[in-house]
């Protein structure tokens, strides 16, 4: 260990000015967690925080009161919370139902959403669209940071390895209406012209004969249908979702990145951070999810009436956890590095040592969160 | 050995379970004791990037999944021609069509994985496979393609790549699990959402358990007398893992255990090798 580990600046003092915190990060690092705990922690310091989670472990869900699958906001009831005047609204996106009341509300009539909703294509379209529950998340954004109702808004977004996959399905969306598939696939006679042969326009319609059959659907009158009913809808759902990717590139939010300290993760996170950074968007914040706790400062005298075999059992044990803090250390090492190179100054990542009593109750959730704000109340490892 | 099949090993699971790493080891292993193996990645394109920087042993060829390149191959078939096929990939319609449809994707990747397996370079294919929810959408569109498609060539294509993939000696699907909660609580799901769909998995792979350093009764005795908290953490950790994948067992029936590699510990190596060659015995039979 060599000397005093630089100062880490909890989020805390980067919150200032900010109406937003984006987590992001793949699968399995506990960004659900993070975010919920920020979100308490937050809200316990007597602000009014909404905190969006994505699919929280079930007892993780226990916790925020958010046992059913929907989309209804629910208050958190914590005593410190409440004593101090703070407020929790806690939410688990579910993506269909965000989809179906945007339908209702952006449609041209309650006629036009009731043959969009009706309509197959739109099941295929809004459950499996890839990407969709980012999508749908950015949409449940824009009503949050419109309505103002909060100080502060905390996301949480699906597993992601590259920005493409929070970011792409608006992009996506937007490019089939830009090029004006989706009236090609309405009439194929338009294909001609604009795929530039017979052969192409045969082609397309044969690929569409053939989805249909693969997706059980009649995609190509449904498409039509789809196609003037849901235009418009569409449109404004991008727009809304370009507004939201603007307050994303803005000073007003800090996107924290999670990571598990062990070298494939550190990989992950580096080239889901550079995605992120060509797309426009700034990892401003680091936090090294399950940690190792650390070791003791001296290690204790075996037990008097240990055999020699119990003896060779529990340093066999020392030596594994030993390696194992050793590579999580050169983990970190290699992700600091990074940040370095990249200009950052140090103070912007975190770690936090795994908690082996879970996150079984708000006062953990509380405990965790307010290690996230204020890393001075917890012990940096060296 | 016969030299004229060629067997797919399919991996799926939740992220950050270790697909990526068993997929590198088991190809390895695989190459050694059984000649020349494909590596496939599936597009997840930081993870692409993260392992490409590794060298492969000779007998290893990582194949990377073009799905541009791939689709323009599925269209080649189609329309019969090359060029028309590539014009076709460069009209901005047809890119946004092809982006949107929903199971065009899907029918490109597992047919690319067809014709892998039947070009006999190689006697083990690996796929390092996208996570659960995905893997399913991708091994049932031939099938879906093939029942109610009847006639042409993409039709008999189609039933070919089904045929693979309903094949539970010729494509070998196992689902990688890690010894917590949510990836084990997925694994189960998967199984039973494959099985529905007609696949067979071959079952469940359970990645990072931390090794056997310690007997019951010396963990016992530990457990109660130790004084040292990084024994407390290991057993208490390790504990942990066991009952999970005691419900796994419950659950899901079948399972292999990789251990977590730790320096000093040989166990997560010796898993490996056992594996690949309970996969080389399977394959053979």
Redesign the interface.
């Known amino acids: 260990m060599s000397g005093a580990a630089p100062k880490s600046a909890g989020v805390a003092s980067l919150l200032k000015g900010r109406r937003l915190v984006f987590f992001v990060g793949e699968g399995g690092v506990g960004k659900t967690s993070c975010a919920a705990a920020l979100a308490l922690a937050f809200a316990a310091r007597g602000k009014s925080v909404a905190v969006l989670t994505i699919d929280p472990a079930p007892r993780l869900g226990d916790a925020l009161g958010l046992e059913a699958i929907d989309a209804e906001w629910r208050d958190v009831g914590h005593a410190t919370l409440i004593r101090n005047g703070g407020r929790l609204a806690a939410s688990r996106l579910d993506t269909k139902s965000v989809f179906d009341r945007l339908v209702t509300r952006l449609a041209p009539s309650p006629n036009a959403a009731r043959k969009i909703l009706d309509n197959p294509i739109y099941a295929s379209v809004s459950g499996q669209l890839s990407g969709a529950d980012s999508y749908m998340a950015f949409q449940q954004l824009h009503d949050l940071l419109g309505a103002n109702d909060f100080d502060l808004v905390v996301v949480d977004t699906p597993p992601a390895a590259h920005a493409d996959e929070i970011l792409g399905a608006p992009a996506r969306l937007a490019r089939l209406l830009e090029t004006g598939a989706i009236s090609v696939i309405a009439d194929p006679a338009l294909a001609v012209a604009r795929a530039g042969s017979k052969i192409a326009a045969f082609t397309i319609r044969w690929l569409l004969k053939a989805l249909e059959r693969v997706t059980g659907t009649t995609l190509r009158s449904d498409l039509a249908d789809f196609a003037l009913g849901f235009h418009d809808v569409v449109a404004s759902l991008s727009e809304r979702a370009t507004e939201v990717t603007e307050i994303l590139r803005s000073s007003e939010t800090l996107v924290v990145e999670v990571v598990r300290p062990d070298a494939r993760s550190v990989a992950v996170a580096r080239a889901l951070r550079s995605s992120l950074e060509i797309a426009g968007l700034t990892v401003g914040y680091t936090l090294v999810n399950r940690h190792t706790p650390p070791a003791p400062a001296e290690a204790p005298a075996p037990s008097e009436d240990a055999s020699p075999e119990m003896l060779a059992a529990e340093a066999r044990i020392v030596a594994a956890i030993t390696a194992l803090r050793l590579e999580e250390n050169e983990a970190v090492e290699k992700l600091k590095a990074m940040l370095v190179t990249e200009g950052e100054r140090d103070g912007r990542l975190l770690r936090l040592t795994e908690s082996e009593s879970g996150l079984e109750s708000l006062d953990a959730l509380l405990e965790l969160g307010e290690r996230i704000l204020d890393s001075e109340a917890s012990t940096e490892q060296a | 050995m016969p030299s004229s099949r060629t067997t797919v090993l399919y991996l799926t699971g ?5 697909k ?2 068993l997929a590198e080891r088991l190809a390895a292993e695989l190459g050694r004791l059984s000649g020349r193996v494909g590596l496939v990645s599936m597009p ?4 692409a ?2 392992s490409a920087e590794q060298r492969h042993p000779p007998e290893i060829e990582a194949v990377a999944l073009d799905e541009r390149a791939a689709l323009g191959q599925l ?1 080649a078939r ?2 019969g ?1 090359r060029l ?1 096929a590539d ?2 990939l460069d ?4 890119s ?9 994707r899907e ?1 490109v990747i597992v047919s690319f994985l067809e014709e892998l397996a039947t070009r006999d370079r190689y006697r083990f294919v690996v796929v390092d496979g996208p ?1 659960t929810g995905h893997s399913l ?1 991708l091994l049932t ?1 031939p099938a ?2 093939a029942r ?2 009847p006639l042409g060539s ?1 039709a008999r294509r189609a039933r070919a790549v089904s045929e693979l993939v309903s094949d539970p000696h010729r494509f070998v699907i196992s689902i990688v699990a ?1 010894p ?4 084990a609580r997925e694994a189960v799901e998967g199984l039973a959402r494959l099985r529905e769909a007609g696949i067979a998995p071959r079952g469940v792979i359970v990645n990072g358990i ?2 056997e ?3 019951l009764s ?2 016992e ?2 457990a109660s ?7 407390k ?5 390790r504990a942990r893992q066991l009952a999970i994948v005691e419900g796994l067992a419950r659950d899901a029936g079948a399972l292999e255990i990789v251990p977590r590699e ?4 040989q166990s997560a190596a010796t898993q490996l090798e056992e594996l690949a060659g309970r996969f080389v015995r399977e394959a053979e039979a």
């Open positions: 939740k992220g950050g379970v270790g990526t790493f997840r394109a930081s993870e990037r993260a269209l189609v329309v021609l028309v014009r076709l009209s901005s319609t047809f946004a069509v092809a982006a949107a449809a929903p199971g065009l029918l996570a959408a569109a879906r393609f109610l498609a993409p890690a917590e909660e949510l990836a931390y090794p350093l310690a007997t010396e963990s005795w530990l007398h130790s004084r040292h908290p990084d024994v953490l290991y057993l208490a950790r730790l320096a000093g510990t």
